[in-house]
């Protein structure tokens, strides 16, 4: 026990030591007391074995265990380190950019998010396996397992290395390695620590400092195609030309494809029209975001139809949202040909209101 | 103080505020009928309800794709079911109007007693019940496509003038006809992929039918004008029906006989259909073909004194046109058009040729007056 406090002793001092070094960086990159994270739940960590490292006893439930939260605040603070929190145990105040797992934790509904093993049973419907599901569109070299519970990464899950089933090891060590610049080429450097797989490249995009707490035109992560691609890793039907169609009359809903610019979708988000100073110009709504071609420098509340991408996440939350299908929205309250805004209408402005 | 508000009932003044009290009343219920009247009724089809009513986003229920009678999806324009998915709910069904939210979807095919809509029933010509193909149009998805030469619209000539452009060359023998798009009636006969064709119609604004566009053409009919009834002509009456278009001088498109003259095109004698040789014209002589499109006040030897005159009130059975129908037209006249639709249903109809009576029972001198052809051919119902 003295041995393993020393080295944790040592491995903290280090961090803080850097953090002194390089306070000014803007990175996610977790700095602060160990035992903080490491030692808060009784029983999270094994006795380690003599000239063995400590090993976490519940490596399963880690995760979910730092990023929730007993309250309805969605960032915490764990040792002077903000913590996004995806799991409330009470009504969210605030969500984050993912959504929360609240809504799919009690009885709310299966179809209100993702059931992560830890917070949901399986999906009863879908008999454990991702809707869409086609192997050979899933780039990992495990694949979903069905018969295993989804999880926040690995395999069957959506955060680290997809080519190691252990959710555990899928992401080891991103949380302490550096995440600068947001290129893909490491997990860590991964947007959200999205890396799908050894081979392929991370998600690209810019990440809010605050995860999209109280989201704004202005304030939002900012999305590419990469996302898209992430979804697609277990929902391959729905993405892709071979299922969706390659034009209109599209047979899904099309997903990575540029918002056109003719038609209804020249006038996204009609709720809030641009200043006639910026032609062309749509205004960004963080209900019905949609992604850039390229990670941009910088966040922009500009929405340009016909460059700008349709997003797996213009419709969804990841996590969990109150709606059925973890959608942005109540979809049972989005009328055609009323007074209806909001939801699909974002997009669909032709559809709305006379 | 109460005797002081009290009022004798036979007293003057009683009298007078009564009387006052029914003028109000009267003139407040008049104001109320009276502002239905200016009111516009929001009667179009524009579809209202929500979303999922009629589209699956990503084809999956449950996990497991949509599926429509036998077919697995996704189906085009992410419906449940693509055409038929909507409007042929249930063939075997009873319902011929199906409510999907605040909408209501007619239906093509169904099995509801004396409750075929204006075009038809679908049901008469499905290979699921009596597959009896003289009985309807052969629609993709209901019927198989028919044999040689029935495989192509009888009458048809390529490349005529359409509403958006010209139709198809030709008419390939493996090409079986759709709800829509160039093998079909419905939406823009341009285009060939019928959902494509129909793209936004069900969402447009047709408070206003002015053929334009395909949402607010009469029935998604591109071009076409009149006046849709509510309900499709379910229990319509002689006063509250469609209103068809027609044209006699056969110099626009916008014509209910006009849609049918672009595939049954020798049927028409239209000029831009090229079919006034074959039909024959009303001034110069004979008709070859049954006249399509005509009023009767063109008929040859004149209206007054022929047996046309004698059709005067609005039947449903053998309706007309009108050049500007208002679907409420009681009286036919002179100015009343014949047209494809006096004879014929457009979907399917339980007598062959899709007609809307049996004409093997048509018996010229002994039918009953006023039924069938004897309708319009008034005289010919006389018994001698």
Known sequence: ?354 | MTAGIIMNISSPRFERRRRIAVFLSLLGISAFFLGLLIIPSPVDARVQGRCKDCHSMHSSKEGSAETYGGLSGPFPVLTEGGCLGCHGQNPSGGQNIVPVGLARAPQVIHNQKNGDLAAGNFYYVADAFTGDHSKGHNVMGISRQENPPMDTPPGFVGSVLIPGGTGPTRWPENKQLSCAGTWGCHGNRTIEDPYKAMAGAHHADDSVIDGMTVGTSYRYLLGVKGREHQNWEYLATIDDHNGYKGDPTHSSMDTISYLCGQCHVKFHASRELGGGGSVGTVYTGLWTRHPSDISFSTVHGGYAGSEYERYITYSLEAPVAYVNPTGNEKSVGAESILMCLSCHRAHGSPHADILRWDYASMVVGAGVPKTGCLTCHTKKGDHF
């Open chain 1, 1 to 354: 026990m003295k041995r393993w406090g020393a080295k944790l002793a040592i491995v903290c001092l280090s961090v803080l030591a850097l953090t002194a070094l390089d306070s000014q960086k803007s990175s996610a990159k977790v700095e602060g007391d160990c035992e903080v994270c490491h030692a808060i739940y009784p029983g999270m960590m094994d006795e380690p074995a003599p000239r063995k490292d400590p090993r976490y006893a519940l490596k399963n439930a880690v995760c979910v265990n730092c990023h929730s939260f007993a309250g309805n605040e969605t960032v915490k603070i764990l040792g002077g380190v903000r913590v996004p929190v995806v799991f409330n145990t009470d009504l969210p105040v605030s969500p984050l950019a993912g959504g929360n797992f609240y809504h799919v934790s009690r009885v709310f509904g299966d179809r209100k998010g993702h059931n992560v093993e830890g917070i949901s049973a399986a999906d009863q419907g879908f008999g454990g396996a991702p809707p869409g599901y086609e192997r050979t569109k899933d780039p990992s070299m495990v694949g979903f397992n069905s018969t295993k519970p989804l999880a926040c990464s690995g395999s069957n899950g959506c955060h680290g290395n997809r080519d190691i089933e252990d959710p555990f090891r899928a992401v080891l060590g991103t949380h302490h390695a550096e995440d600068l610049p947001l290129d893909g080429s490491t997990t860590a450097k991964s947007f959200r620590y999205l890396r799908i797989t050894e081979k392929e490249k991370g998600i690209l995009g810019l990440e809010d400092a605050d995860w999209g707490r109280n989201e704004s035109s202005v304030k939002h992560n900012e999305y590419t195609s990469s996302m898209n691609a992430l979804c697609a890793n277990c929902h391959g039907d729905f993405h892709g030309p071979a299922r969706t169609g390659i034009v209109s009359p599209w047979f899904r809903h099309p997903t990575d494809v540029v918002l056109p610019k003719t038609g209804e979708y020249a006038a996204y988000n009609p709720a809030s029209p641009p200043s006639p100073e910026r032609p062309g110009i749509r205004i960004y709504n963080p209900d019905a975001p949609v992604g850039r071609a390229e990670v941009p420098g910088a966040v922009s509340d500009a929405v340009k139809p016909g460059e700008d991408i349709v997003l797996c996440l213009s419709c969804h939350r990841a996590h969990g949202s109150p709606y059925a299908a973890s959608l942005r929205w109540d979809y049972d309250s989005i009328f055609t040909g009323g007074n209806g805004k909001g939801g699909c209408l974002i997009c669909h402005t032709g559809k709305g209101g006379r």
